[in-house]
């Protein structure tokens, strides 16, 4: 009878017997995976129904053809200033995590030079998107625009399809390229800006007296997941 | 109880696990995957030496790799509990139910837009 009663009283230390959290995770942590996955679907609705409309559609415009120029240095260069922007925010992924790795030696120093170097690696690719756009605009792109029917057809492989056929998809292209590279510009643009706050924080000395550098791997999370997108983007707008 | 003290242990070896030359080393592994996309889209499928019928799956295997490269090492997903790990991939689940739903539905729009 008595050991029964001290099994129930004793304090079980198990991971999810209460009073901590089970994933050992900090709470904001925690929050910002479950806001990444929120934003995962929302990027997935986007590129799913790209997806379906490019399936469904009988032409489409070439990306090879479409993305054939390097901006003030060749017009016939496909897929090299997307290769370009790829690695520069694969490139700032690596910074990033190089400063959450400082963060863990508290070396505040080198967790500001590394943060500065991914600051400047978004700026860098919102420079490249922008002048894509700037590109793809001047040859009539945009949201609810196509080019003229003849400089339109030049973006389509052979067999060229009908003039009604290329306006169609044309507009779905122009429409989904600007909506969902936009939106993912948005989200450089923003991790951008919270990157350079978190910095100041870290110049500040906000984290050294706190004791850990936390904020820095939280918003790491976010910019890898920048880069995740952009993976996915990368693939279903230029390769396929 | 004694549970407690090796997982402290083991996320502390897993925090060095994560050190510079591991980093670098998932870095030159996503570098080698889009330069084998790139050789693909530029030179395999142009020449003719494969069709986009081929090309088009192993973009998407290789982009998953990559996805699982940047989650699972640049944002420390793969050294997590279980639970959290869990948490995260199982709803991705209603993502992929999507494409399916949405891939099968795309081809009969084809046929209603013919």
Redesign the interface.
């Given at each position: 009878m008595s050991t029964t009663t001290t099994n129930i009283d004793e304090v079980k230390?198990?991971?999810w017997a209460g009073g901590r959290s089970?994933?050992?995770?900090e709470y904001g942590k925690?929050m910002m995976?479950f806001f990444l996955?929120s934003d995962?679907?929302t990027f997935?609705?986007l590129l799913?129904?790209y997806?379906?409309?490019r399936?469904?559609?009988?032409a489409w415009p070439a990306p090879?053809i479409v993305f054939k120029a390097f901006p003030y240095v060749s017009e016939n260069a496909?897929?090299v200033f997307v290769?370009l922007m790829?690695?520069i925010l694969?490139?700032s992924?690596?910074t990033?995590?190089?400063a959450v790795?400082a963060g863990?030696r508290n070396a505040k120093k080198e967790v500001v030079w590394w943060m500065i170097g991914t600051i400047i690696g978004g700026l860098m690719f919102l420079g490249c998107q922008a002048l894509e756009w700037t590109h793809l605009h001047s040859e009539g792109f945009w949201w609810g625009s196509v080019p003229d029917i003849h400089k339109l057809f030049e973006f389509f492989a052979d067999p060229k399809p009908s003039a009604a056929v290329a306006t169609t998809y044309g507009h779905q292209f122009a429409n989904l390229f600007f909506t969902i590279t936009g939106f993912h510009g948005f989200h450089v643009f923003s991790g951008v800006i919270i990157n350079i706050i978190i910095t100041i924080n870290v110049l500040k000395g906000t984290y050294e007296k706190r004791g850990s550098y936390l904020m820095v791997?939280k918003v790491?999370?976010y910019w890898?997941?920048v880069?995740?997108v952009w993976?996915?983007v990368f693939?279903f707008f230029?390769?396929? | 109880m004694s549970s407690e003290p090796t997982t402290h242990t083991e996320h502390a070896e897993e925090h060095e696990g994560m050190n510079k030359k591991r980093i670098w080393n998932v870095f030159y592994v996503l570098l080698g995957i889009t330069c084998v996309e790139f050789v693909i889209a530029l030179y395999l499928v142009p020449h003719g030496i494969i069709t986009y019928h081929t090309a088009n799956p192993i973009y998407v295997v290789l982009t998953l790799a990559k996805a699982f490269y940047i989650v699972g090492y640049f944002m420390h997903l793969k050294f997590e509990k279980t639970g959290l790990i869990f948490a995260i991939i199982v709803p991705v689940l209603f993502i992929i139910g999507l494409i399916l739903v949405l891939t099968n539905e795309s081809h009969h729009w084809i046929d209603l837009r013919m």
């Open positions: 230390t198990t991971p089970p994933f050992s995770v925690m995976w996955l995962a679907f997935s609705s799913i129904s997806g379906a409309l399936f469904s559609s009988s090879d496909p897929l290769g790829t690695f694969i490139m992924s690596v990033m995590v190089l790795e863990h791997e790491g999370l890898h997941f880069d995740l993976v996915f693939t230029y390769l396929v | -």
